[in-house]
């Protein structure tokens, strides 16, 4: 059986960072995915997906992403449900988020975005939790291959493969 989502979008509101009562970090927020089709007046609706993320990942996503930040993530679907009030059972749908990218740029992350050598999946694991149970998994960064910014590089006819 499988059960993944993969989604890009932007946030709909900023993230709400809350801890468990053992001290485990968990945000939620909404993601509004364009669909791929225009309606009757030729505008394109969104879906609004909520998103949970814990313990790392987290912390980084309240830290790090805003309303209308470009993300993408993957995660798996979760369907709950619960009595309310009137004795009804209410069912939820959500998607438990393993990794999330931040897609913006740095010119768009200016103003207290994270730095721009920052890579979110170096600070959390591939699990449900986003995290390791070490602890956040702190590498170095990858070196920027294209860190010459439009400069001209110097390669032989003998290192090309064609």
């Known amino acids: 059986m499988l059960n993944r989502v993969i989604l890009i979008g932007r946030l709909a509101r900023d993230p709400e960072l809350r801890y468990t009562s053992n001290g485990v970090a968990v945000t939620r927020f909404v993601v509004a995915v364009n669909r791929s089709y225009t309606n009757q007046q030729g505008e394109r609706d969104a879906d609004f997906i909520p998103i949970v993320t814990w313990r790392g990942l987290a912390e980084n996503c309240a830290n790090y992403i805003r309303k209308g930040s470009l993300v993408g993530l993957e ?5 709950s449900s619960y009595e309310n009030q009137e ?5 939820t749908t959500e998607v438990i988020a ?3 990218r931040f897609l913006d740029s740095s010119k768009s992350r200016a103003a207290g975005g994270p730095p721009d050598d920052f890579r979110p ?3 959390g694991g591939n699990n449900n939790y986003g995290g390791n149970s070490y602890g956040n998994n702190r590498q170095k960064p990858m070196d920027d291959p294209f860190a010459d910014d439009g400069r001209q ?3 032989s006819d003998d290192d090309l493969p064609f």
């Not at 995660?75 to 369907?79: C, L, S």
């Open 121 to 123: 999946d170096n600070y």
């Open 75 to 79: 995660g798996r679907i979760q369907v």
């Open 153 to 155: 590089i110097d390669i």
């Open 98 to 100: 393993d990794s999330v």
């Open 87 to 91: 004795g009804r059972t209410v069912w």
